[in-house]
């Protein structure tokens, strides 16, 4: 499925990421996207291009946490006291979602 441009449903299927946090991410600006209202419903259009630039900017912490094998929230609190950036969050009655590592801070912190 490669096509110029997805709505955040799209992005969401492709990646595993949640719809929520696509659109979450889509509002604060740190995925570049265009509203569009398709059906009567408001929705965000995402270039490939700048699907990229965000994947090369930023890493989804539940994605990097799945991947080392360890929780979410262990993998937040590692990477914050060796001073990785966490941003995007999106706080929620008991704990934070949609987390992301800007990878520019990552530096030497993958050897938690």
């Given at each position: 499925?490669?096509?110029?441009?997805?709505?955040?449903?799209?992005?969401?299927?492709?990646?595993?990421?949640?719809?929520?946090?696509v659109?979450?991410?889509?509002?604060?600006?740190?995925?570049?996207?265009?509203?569009?209202?398709?059906?009567g419903?408001?929705?965000?259009?995402?270039?490939?291009?700048?699907?990229?630039?965000?994947?090369?900017?930023?890493?989804?912490?539940?994605?990097?946490?799945?991947?080392?094998?360890?929780?979410?929230?262990?993998?937040?609190?590692?990477?914050?006291?060796k001073?990785?950036?966490?941003?995007?969050?999106?706080?929620?009655?008991?704990?934070?979602?949609?987390?992301?590592?800007?990878?520019?801070?990552?530096?030497?912190?993958?050897?938690?």
């Open positions: 499925m490669m096509t110029d441009s997805y709505t955040a449903k799209d992005v969401a299927a492709l990646t595993g990421w949640k719809h929520e946090c659109t979450h991410w889509c509002k604060l600006g740190l995925l570049n996207s265009s509203r569009a209202r398709r059906g419903a408001d929705t965000f259009d995402i270039s490939a291009k700048d699907l990229v630039e965000f994947q090369k900017r930023y890493v989804v912490l539940a994605d990097l946490a799945r991947d080392l094998g360890t929780s979410s929230r262990a993998l937040r609190l590692a990477l914050l006291e001073g990785a950036e966490i941003i995007g969050e999106k706080a929620t009655e008991a704990t934070t979602r949609c987390a992301l590592v800007r990878t520019s801070s990552m530096g030497n912190t993958l050897s938690v």
